[in-house]
């Protein structure tokens, strides 16, 4: 069966670290991958998007990876701010006709 | 100026209830999105619509029906309201990919919707 999983449903880091968040999906190809921060009673804002044949982006203080062999992405935040703390969202999109998948997220607290 | 606007932002109401509920754009795009988000917080596609035609239909019970009188905006309508119904609401838009047929999605404040 078809699944996104992000690796834990929370994540607590201490302020000036580097949290790192994992997305694994099985039975899906995507052709891109988008990851979003929701903030609570807030809609998902688009932060990045990682195309197949890219095996790493970045944006400010955020990085992500994209590994099809191992069907993984690796989101990280260098020096983490309690700012960043919220939940971040993985989504496959497999071109085509066919919907963004959305993972569960991961809520990550950064403590000062 | 908000960019995708969604009403109410919450809804409360009896079950066997019929109810709405409304969304714009004014980013100029032309695809416009449903998404439903359950208290698992797992968030899945309902509808999407590109310039008014309906794209996509995820197995959606016949009781929501989408209606886009234009492509600014996607109004949901729900018939019958089920407690399962239940759920935070949530409208989104993309401009035209690039390459990604989804391309980024801007999503609204979401309609929190509760059934008793």
């Known amino acids: 069966s078809q699944k996104i999983e992000q690796n834990s449903e929370a994540l607590n880091i201490q302020e000036g670290k580097t949290a790192t968040l994992t997305c694994n999906y099985t039975n899906y190809s995507p052709a891109y991958l988008q990851w979003y921060r929701q903030d609570p009673g807030r809609g998902p804002v688009f932060l990045l998007l990682?195309?197949?044949?890219?095996k790493e982006k970045r944006k400010e203080r955020l990085k992500v990876t994209f590994d099809t062999t191992l069907k993984q992405s690796l989101f990280h935040i260098t020096a983490s701010q309690p700012a960043d703390s919220a939940t971040y969202l993985c989504a496959l999109d497999q071109a085509g006709n066919t919907p963004l998948v959305f993972g569960k997220g991961t809520r990550l607290s950064v403590i000062a | 100026d908000t960019a995708v606007s969604q009403t109410p932002k919450y809804l409360v109401t009896q079950m066997g209830n019929d109810k709405s509920i409304k969304c714009e754009q004014n980013l100029g795009h032309d695809t416009m999105y449903w998404y439903k988000q359950d208290s698992k917080k797992f968030l899945k596609i309902m509808f999407s619509y590109n310039n008014k035609e309906l794209i996509i239909n995820e197995t959606v019970p016949n009781r929501f029906s989408p209606k886009s009188p234009d492509k600014a905006h996607l109004n949901l309508h729900i018939n019958s309201l089920e407690l399962g119904d239940s759920a935070v609401y949530f409208c989104?838009?993309?401009?035209?990919?690039?390459?990604?047929?989804?391309?980024?999605?801007?999503f609204g404040s979401g309609t929190q919707l509760s059934v008793l």
């Open positions: 990682i195309r197949e044949n890219e």
């Open positions: 989104a838009s993309s401009p035209p990919g690039q390459g990604a047929t989804n391309e980024k999605l801007f």
